[in-house]
T-cell receptor, first 109, second 112 residues
């Protein structure tokens, strides 16, 4: 089983839609979880951290299920500017971060 | 403002040549990382450093080396460039080992 797995997509959604991304991780000792956003040909940037109780930042909601080793990202009211690749990132337990391959989102008018 | 920079942004070289990619950060972070990103593989860790004089191998370290002589810089050297090392290289730094990493703009390397 790969360390961090994501559906590669692409997810094609219209503006205003709600879209959810899922991610599973294999290392049960992982302690820190993040979603990064990467625009085409640009560097990854932190979108949000994922806390055990779940957390929300505007239109974005992240949730963690430790029992199932599962992380999710929900985007409400999608904007054209949300088009990007979303990377699920997990602390591997060896003091380095492990990145998923990313899920591509395309929001159309 | 603090930042992390990489140079060059684009590089074309020939097989067998030695190439060094520069990474410079002004965050004063102890932790620095080098990744490569290829289609179908995502970001893969090459080398990382927890501080001056410390270096560690990552998942794909063969053919690469780093040195850390000061806090600000972690140059990545390809000893003898190979076509398989054609990729986009990102440098990153972080204050804490398991916390947010800040990425440089990347270097696109082509080995012919």
């Amino acid at each position: 089983r790969k360390e961090v797995e994501q559906d590669p997509g692409p997810f094609n959604v219209p503006e205003g839609a709600t879209v959810a991304f899922n991610c599973t991780y294999s290392n049960s000792a992982s302690q820190s979880f993040f979603w990064y956003r990467q625009d085409c040909r640009k560097e990854p940037k932190l979108l949000m951290s994922v806390y055990s109780s779940g957390n929300e930042d505007g239109r974005f909601t992240a949730q963690l299920n430790r029992a199932s080793q599962y992380i999710s990202l929900l985007i409400r009211d999608s904007k054209l500017s949300d088009s990007a690749t979303y990377l699920c990132v997990v602390n591997s337990g060896y003091s380095t971060l492990t990145f998923g391959k990313g899920t591509m989102l395309l929001v159309s008018p | 403002d603090a930042e992390i920079t990489q140079s060059p942004r684009h590089k074309i070289t020939e097989t067998g040549r030695q190439v060094t990619l520069a990474c410079h950060q002004t965050w004063n972070h102890n932790n620095m990382f080098w990744y490569r990103q290829d289609l179908g593989h995502g970001l893969r860790l090459i080398h990382y450093s927890y501080g001056v004089q410390d270096t560690n191998k990552g998942e794909v370290s063969d053919g690469y080396s780093v040195s850390r002589s000061n806090t600000e810089d972690l140059p990545l050297t390809l000893e003898s460039a190979a076509s398989s090392q054609t990729s986009v290289y990102f440098c990153a730094s972080s204050e804490s080992l398991d916390w947010e990493q800040f990425f440089g703009p990347g270097t696109r390397l082509t080995v012919l």
